[in-house]
């Protein structure tokens, strides 16, 4: 099975280039992280990407994969097009090969406030929900922040220090949503301005690669629901 | 108030109210058009003279004209940069718009005194 990888080592290359493997004897049903660490066991140990638990939970080996962002570990290579492209997440900084460097993703995140802010006494015994309140979360919470919608989004491309993301918004709205949180009014004033939340143009492209299926233009448009009736 | 002249909710929402004015405003012009015995200037012009047609009319150029605003402003905030480039193309565009406002304008009252 035949490979083509984005190569870059700031040290040592002048500019990025593509890098040919070849592995044989790929058992059906491999995924493509299996196969990424095989070529970097047997054939090129400088060879770098982030992984972690391989199962689709952690985030990290979120990667462009012909074409499309996805996590390698949950993309099996039974469904990809040969040669298989592989590229870093596209609109971030490159730190090496497929690693590139989340700092303006991790910002847009803490942006959003993504935790709960109460600020009545605690009270002793848990913040209860009802089986509806908590229904409400779901799509929402799942998220892994593995930033593969944020990078397909042209929107996060021409303005990622100003427009948040669908990965932040989705995150915003799971507060917004949630019954607990105490900071209603003040999540929706600090998404207001032309450029935090309303950049979104529908484009949907973070919809088609989210790999847990999750719909953060659904989310996006529960928040402007909400901002409208706020506002009337 | 901004540079932008309107800035987050507002612009979204009047984009998509316009947008529903202007479909409905196209649809009903299509019908007129085609349900019209003769197409010719004055038969235009006695359309228009009908206070109805003056009236939303003169809503359908007020809506065109903030809906072509702010997704011009959208354009221009998705794609430029430089806020030099960025103050110059919109106070271009906001000429034009105002321009041609003015002008409909001053068709659609003529319409009414001729």
Redesign the interface.
């Known amino acids: 099975m035949k490979f083509k990888i984005y190569r870059y080592n700031p040290e040592t290359d002048k500019k990025p280039y593509v890098q040919d493997y070849e592995l044989d004897k790929v058992e059906p049903g491999t995924m493509l992280l299996a196969a990424l660490l095989r070529i970097k066991d047997e054939q090129d140990q400088t060879l770098s990407f982030r992984r972690s638990c391989g199962e689709g939970v952690c985030g990290s080996d979120g990667m462009n994969i012909n074409g499309t962002n996805g996590l390698a570990c949950v993309t099996s290579l039974d469904s990809l097009k040969q040669p298989v492209e592989i590229r870093p997440l596209p609109g971030l900084p490159v730190i090496r090969d497929l690693i590139i460097d989340m700092e303006q993703f991790y910002k847009q995140y803490r942006a959003v406030k993504p935790y709960l802010v109460v600020n009545d006494p605690m009270p002793e015994v848990e913040l209860l929900q009802t089986p509806e309140q908590r229904e409400k979360l779901d799509g929402l919470y799942e998220c892994v922040l593995c930033a593969c919608c944020s990078t397909s989004c042209?929107?996060f491309w021409?303005?990622p220090d100003k427009f948040l993301g669908p990965a932040a918004l989705l995150q915003a709205s799971r507060f917004i949503e949630d019954s607990r949180d105490q900071d209603f009014e003040k999540r929706l004033e600090d998404l207001?301005?032309?450029?935090k939340?309303?950049?979104c143009?529908t484009i949907m492209n973070c919809v088609n690669v989210c790999p847990k299926g999750l719909n953060p233009t659904k989310a996006i448009g529960r928040i402007?629901n909400k901002?409208?009736s706020r506002?009337l | 108030m901004s540079l932008y002249v309107l800035e987050g909710l507002r612009p979204w929402v009047i984009q998509r109210v316009s947008a529903v004015y202007l479909a409905l405003f196209f649809i009903y012009v299509a019908y007129c058009y085609f349900s019209a015995e003769v197409i010719a200037y004055h038969a235009w012009k006695g359309w228009l003279y009908n206070p109805f047609n003056t009236t939303v009319t003169g809503i359908f150029v007020i809506a065109i004209l903030f809906h072509a605003w702010i997704g011009m402003r959208d354009v221009v905030l998705d794609y430029v940069h430089n806020i030099m480039i960025r103050i110059f193309i919109l106070a271009v565009f906001i000429g034009v718009l105002i321009g041609s406002g003015l002008w409909v304008f001053r068709i659609l009252l003529l319409s009414v005194v001729a």
């Open positions: 042209p929107s021409w303005n207001e301005g032309p450029f939340l309303f950049r143009h402007k901002m409208v506002s």
